[in-house]
């Protein structure tokens, strides 16, 4: 395979903004958009980190586009384009290749964003993908982490924990586990779904927003933090799925909200708001973030997931 062989057969078709010249210069350009401030966050992923090396290549790419649309949608902005910056392994063969591109204009389609451009590199080690992602929110509209207001509620998208439960599963957790709750599971895990048609409209409700990449008590302890307030959280609030009860019955709460890579958006706002989320629990004086269990505290030794 030829570097750019390659990138004209499978990037350049990716690149549909004519922003990005078709893969055919050496940079691209962001034409600034009247009454609107440009959201840039970039996330990597690393195999036997965040993805494992069998794992189909399109699930790989879409989750190394996915955990970036997940902060845009945090921050209230509506995703545009992507940069690519790809490690290979010279192992890789062309159809794997294929099969990563395939993945990329499919979420490309389901999301409505371009690839810009990038950089390709062979390496030694295990593959690894970074991507920076871009999106427009109106001005001096982001979603911050410091918004959070003493007596907001607080709540999340999605359910919690299940991309946990997966991985648990692919460790070679509870093989006799039932077929069709494991797929769920397991597909939590390589294919995270972060809610980007929701983010677009967060600017309007929310005073703050994370997204839970690290576990949800370690996120909405960095809007705690920055916001300088406190977080209650009712464990009997936080929304579950029957798959995750049913893999790890009496611990699924404990460790649910410890476990990372949901890529679901947790924010405050006013209370007795009813959308696409679930209230979780209140925001009040203090420092930190508290669970609590019918009104009961619970323990929590390591509140998320960390690389070192
Ligand atoms: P340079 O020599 O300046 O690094 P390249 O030859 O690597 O430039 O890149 C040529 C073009 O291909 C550029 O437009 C670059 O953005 C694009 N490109 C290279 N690799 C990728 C990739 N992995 N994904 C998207 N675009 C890429
Ligand atoms: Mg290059």
């Not at 390496?123 to 109106?138: K, Q």
């Not at 989320?277 to 009104?295: H, K, P, Y």
Request: charged share 20%.
């Amino acid at each position: 395979m030829q570097e750019f062989d390659l990138i004209a057969r499978y990037f350049a078709p990716l690149a549909t903004a004519p922003e990005a010249f078709g893969l055919k210069d050496d940079a691209a350009i962001i034409r600034t958009r009247h009454g609107f401030d440009l959201v840039i966050t970039t996330d990597q992923v690393a195999q036997g980190t965040d993805f494992f090396a069998d794992d189909p290549p399109d699930a790989i790419a879409k989750k190394a586009l996915r955990v970036n649309l997940s902060d845009l949608a945090a921050k209230g902005a509506k995703p545009e384009y992507y940069l690519l910056n790809l490690a290979l392994p010279r192992s890789v063969r062309e159809e794997w290749l294929a099969e990563f591109a395939h993945g990329l204009s499919e979420d490309q389609r389901q999301f409505g964003i371009s690839l810009l451009g990038g950089d390709t590199s062979a390496t030694e080690g295990p593959l690894s993908i970074s991507i920076t992602a871009m999106g427009f929110v109106p001005e001096g509209r982001m979603v911050k982490r410091s918004g959070a207001k003493v007596g907001d509620a607080v709540y999340v998208t999605g359910t919690i924990g299940d991309s946990g439960g997966g991985l648990a599963l692919l460790r070679g957790e509870a093989n006799d586990f039932g077929e069709a709750d494991r797929a769920y599971l397991v597909n939590r895990y390589r294919l995270p779904h972060p809610p980007a048609t929701f983010g677009t409209t967060l600017y309007d409700i929310a005073h703050a927003g994370v997204d839970v990449s690290d576990g949800l008590i370690a996120d909405l302890g960095h809007l705690a933090s920055a916001s300088g307030v406190g977080i209650v959280v009712r464990g009997e609030q936080v929304p579950l799925s029957p798959a995750l009860k049913a893999l790890w019955g009496t611990d699924t709460l404990a460790r649910a909200v410890v476990g990372g890579d949901d890529y679901q958006i947790a924010f405050t706002a006013p209370s007795g708001l009813s959308g696409p989320f679930t209230c979780i629990g209140q925001v009040q004086a203090g420092e930190g973030v508290s669970l609590r269990m019918n009104d009961e505290a619970v323990v929590i030794p390591q509140p998320g997931y960390r690389h070192f």
